[in-house]
């Protein structure tokens, strides 16, 4: 597979995990729930074997900002789980979901560490 396949992959997961993740906090409906767990978590996982083959395709080591962009991956991945069972806290993972989406993106730009 090209880099352009795992770049594609990446983004596009990405799309369906956040846009999935916002239906979840708009409206955490239990006749939902499974659809956007099964979407989410497809989703989620892709992002995870796309990042990593990226990784690999462009020779990256094990670096800081990739560890990080783990930590707020599996942050974000759980999110959509929680507004399920606390609809009170939606407001917040709204918010977290963007900064901490926010600073994955400025990391892998910047790679700062
Ligand atoms: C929610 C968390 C994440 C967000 C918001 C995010 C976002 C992005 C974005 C916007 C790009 C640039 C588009 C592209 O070049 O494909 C990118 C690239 C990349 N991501 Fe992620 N990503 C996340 C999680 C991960 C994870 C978990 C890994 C590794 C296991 C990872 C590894 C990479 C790599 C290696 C690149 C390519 C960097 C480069 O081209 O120099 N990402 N990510």
Redesign the pocket.
């Known amino acids: 597979m090209s880099p352009v396949f795992y770049?594609v992959l990446?983004?596009i997961s990405?799309l369906v995990l956040t846009g999935y993740t916002f239906f979840a906090f708009a409206g955490p409906a239990p006749a939902t729930k499974k659809k956007v767990m099964m979407i989410t978590g497809i989703a989620s996982l892709l992002?995870?074997v796309s990042?990593?083959g990226?990784?690999h395709k462009?020779a990256?080591q094990w670096q800081g900002w990739?560890i990080v962009?783990?930590v707020?991956?599996l942050a974000?991945s759980a999110f959509a789980g929680i507004a399920y069972r606390r609809p009170g806290a939606r407001g917040v993972l709204s918010a977290l979901t963007v900064l901490l989406?926010g600073v994955?993106?400025y990391l892998?730009y910047a790679k700062p560490f």
Do not use: D
């Open positions: 770049h990446h983004v990405l992002m995870l990042g990593v990226l990784m462009l990256y990739v962009k783990i707020i991956w974000i989406a994955a993106v892998v």
